[in-house]
């Protein structure tokens, strides 16, 4: 059986020891018949497919003689890619400026720009309906990161003027 938080705790040591700029965003198992270990991993600056083959072909044997990858197991390195929610403080310093579908863990929903964000909270720019306009007005919102439930970035293909 495979463990994911050992697993999560070595590949995290690993990639500090390389003193590289590269991270684990998540970690996910794949069970049945097709078992396989998915290893999200990115950079502050985005992550290229080149540098996610070279990690997987530096990763896997390593992973193997540390005994925590089994040999019915497929192995691959990936970005996050675009849907998938954000889960580190430092997802979203990465994407400041880009549109964001945040729901709290009081179950609120909101859409606005990623304004600002630090290890402990971010600033949504919100469209608020105000009274007796006809426009939302831009609105700021500071939200506890720890207060966020899922955060996702919007991608639109409608043209800006």
């Excluded at 794949?30 to 396989?36: D, T, V």
């Excluded at 403080?89 to 990465?94: A, E, G, N, S, V």
Aim: charged residues 25%.
């Amino acid at each position: 059986m495979l463990d994911k938080a050992a697993v999560a705790h070595w590949v995290t040591a690993h990639l500090a020891d390389r003193g590289d700029v590269f991270y684990l965003v998540d970690i996910e198992l794949l069970s049945g018949r097709s078992k396989a270990l998915h290893l999200l991993v990115d950079t502050d600056s985005g992550i290229t497919l080149g540098e996610c083959t070279e990690l997987n072909r530096e990763l896997r044997p390593l992973l193997e003689a540390a005994g925590l990858l089994p040999d019915d197991y497929a192995f691959e390195v990936s970005s996050p890619g675009v849907g998938r929610p954000l889960r580190l403080p430092r997802q979203f310093t990465k994407n400041v400026g880009r549109t964001l579908e945040v729901e709290t863990t009081q179950g609120e929903k909101l859409t606005g720009t990623l304004e600002a964000a630090s290890p402990e909270q971010l600033t949504l720019v919100v469209p608020v309906k105000a009274p007796g306009s006809k426009k939302p007005v831009p609105t700021p919102r500071n939200l506890l990161i720890a207060d966020i439930k899922t955060a996702v970035v919007t991608i639109s293909f409608a043209k800006t003027d």
